[in-house]
């Protein structure tokens, strides 16, 4: 059975700091995706980021990066520089190619509050 | 395109009412399915669609019933409403390419049962 944690519930720092939230994930399959949703206080999901199993390069966006480590089975999000804008709830989920209809499966979510 | 939509934003409902929430579409996505989100539980899934006329259960269904009459439409009825119906609820969708692209959200509901 597919299986994200999110074992960050909340995590505060200061305009400018790095943030590095962590994502670690449970499946069996050998093929299955990867995402990072952001879902801001207004409420909707933001898609931020689809990584296959297949592809372990790391990813830069902007202030955002992403660091992916099949051998540690983590998928680990980090913002530098934040920003208060950053401040939101993020989300990791987990999608196996032989999962029945799509399903995404979604971690519990970290919250990052970013103070000016 | 406006993407997802979602009505009503919010609804409070007393146990034992009925009601439907709207979803719609307007990117021609075929997929099309409905995530409750609880506090620190994230989002599960309800029910999904991978076409007009069919549908399937998700992992948390009871409760719950959909229909699919055409591509752009979605719509989940709660039967007989409870409390632990109370949460937010967010309609997705997900484009034609494969089946593991992204999937867009709706803005989603609140709904809260007394």
């Known amino acids: 059975a597919q299986k994200v944690t999110q074992a960050q519930t909340e995590i505060s720092v200061v305009e400018k700091e790095d943030v590095t939230l962590d994502c670690v994930y449970e499946?069996?399959?050998?093929?299955?995706?990867l995402f990072w949703y952001k879902q801001p206080p207004s409420g909707e999901l933001v898609f931020l980021i689809r990584?296959?199993?297949?592809?372990?390069q790391n990813e830069i966006s902007g202030r955002y990066s992403w660091n992916f480590q099949k051998s540690t089975s983590s998928f680990n999000f980090t913002i530098t520089a934040s920003q208060v804008v950053d401040s939101a709830v993020y989300f990791c989920a987990l999608s196996e190619e032989k999962a029945a209809g799509n399903k995404l499966t979604f971690g519990g979510g970290t919250r990052v509050l970013v103070k000016p | 395109n406006a993407g997802v939509t979602q009505t009503p934003k919010f609804q409070v409902l007393k146990t034992g009412q009925s009601m439907t929430l709207q979803c719609a579409q307007d990117?021609?996505?075929?997929?099309m399915s409905w995530y409750r989100q609880d506090p620190g539980m994230g989002l599960r899934l309800i029910h999904y669609?991978?076409?007009?006329?069919?549908?399937d259960q998700g992992e948390v269904p009871n409760g719950y019933n959909v229909s699919r009459s055409t591509t752009e439409d979605f719509p989940l009825r709660l039967l007989s409403a409870a409390p632990s119906q109370t949460s937010v609820y967010f309609c997705?969708?997900?484009?034609?390419?494969?089946?593991?692209?992204?999937?867009?959200f709706g803005p989603g509901t609140r709904l809260t049962v007394t």
């Open positions: 990584r296959n199993s297949f592809d372990e």
């Open positions: 669609s991978v076409g007009a006329g069919i549908t």
């Open positions: 499946t069996r399959d050998t093929t299955y995706y």
């Open positions: 990117m021609n996505h075929e997929y």
């Open positions: 997705a969708s997900r484009n034609n390419r494969g089946r593991h692209y992204e999937q867009y």
